[in-house]
């Protein structure tokens, strides 16, 4: 048995707990790692609410969490890339969770963690860092375009503003006045997400903007649309529908070894700083959902854990 956390039925986070699960043994193509760092992200207390039932069943009571790093404490048939002890990182597989001690993956969906980048840094690679890496992938911008982020404050949008401009990608961000300090931090141009945010948007590209990428959806997503140049690629994560409608697309998330790795390469070189901002002990992971669940969170949000040792864990289905 491991301890988790995560709801109990779908609600708001009085249906948080922490709980025993016990971790069956990997299936064929999977690993279990001892977890050092979960990632924290708004889709998890999305899932908790319920509102994304039809994408993301789950068996309740459910653990939260969907992205991890950690040590390699067993192997599942046909899994040939990784050994026990191997540090890697990933996305959970289907019905396991991260805010747990010990957790299930998938070895097509995990990648070996550079001794350069830390456990939390690790974690967030899957969903922040490799949503921006795959969104980059499909507006294919050359250097000296000009992409407009809505949405550009919180992880997804840091991580994206950062990539761009390491291409040499010129960034417009839009996001509030308390996330101002984290956009310009990756030399990006910071937009006030008040009223007067399109009017700016048209001042400083006044051709239009090279792309868009929506972490927002709305009313935004639709005045964005207006601001591109005849065209221009439009892309979001917050309704693909009305994306499509727009002439644009959702963003085709690949999830692999080979992307992870190439984005674990860029933070280990230091060309992505993943943008870990709140790091909480597992102990108060409810915290650290609340921190992303409040909305005013900059950077990333990551729950740490602390093995003594891992004995207690190298034996699934105890």
């Known amino acids: 048995m491991v301890l988790a956390y995560g709801f109990t039925e779908y609600g708001g986070p009085q249906t948080q707990s922490f709980f025993d699960v016990s971790l069956p043994p990997p299936g064929a193509g999977q690993i279990v790692v001892s977890v050092r760092a979960a990632g924290v992200n708004p889709a998890d207390w999305k899932v908790r609410a319920g509102t994304r039932k039809d994408t993301v069943p789950v068996t309740l009571p459910a653990v ?17 890339e990784f050994d026990v002890g191997d540090e890697v990182f990933g996305s959970t597989a289907t019905g396991f969770g991260g805010y747990t001690e010990a957790t299930v993956l998938n070895a097509s969906q995990a990648a070996r963690k550079p001794t350069a980048a830390s456990w939390a840094d690790a974690a967030v690679i899957p969903v922040a860092c490799g949503t921006a890496f795959d969104a980059l992938h499909d507006l294919d911008l050359a250097a000296g375009a000009t992409l407009l982020v809505l949405g550009a404050g919180g992880g997804v949008g840091t ?3 950062a990539l761009a401009r390491s291409r040499g990608i010129t960034v417009l961000g839009v996001a509030s006045a308390a996330k101002q300090d984290a956009v310009e931090e990756t030399g990006s141009l910071w937009v006030d997400s008040g009223d007067l945010w399109a009017d700016a948007v048209a001042a400083l590209a006044p051709s239009g903007v090279d792309g868009v990428f929506d972490l927002v959806g709305g009313e935004p997503l639709q005045r964005a649309a207006s601001l591109r140049r005849p065209g221009a690629p439009l892309i979001s994560i917050a309704d693909s529908v009305a994306a499509t409608e727009l002439g644009g697309s959702g ?21 992505l700083d993943p943008a870990v901002r709140q790091r909480f002990p597992f102990e108060q992971a409810g915290s650290a959902l609340a921190a ?27």
């Open 159 to 161: 991580s994206t503003l």
């Open 64 to 80: 939260l969490g969907r992205e991890v790093s950690g040590v390699v404490t067993s192997v599942g048939p046909r899994v040939t």
């Open 251 to 271: 963003v085709e998330r690949r999830r692999t070894t080979a992307v992870f790795t190439a984005v674990a390469e860029l933070v280990a070189d230091g060309s």
């Open 292 to 318: 992303v669940e409040s909305g005013h969170s900059a950077g990333k949000v990551v729950i740490e854990f602390d093995h003594a040792s891992e004995a207690d864990l190298s034996e699934p289905g105890d």
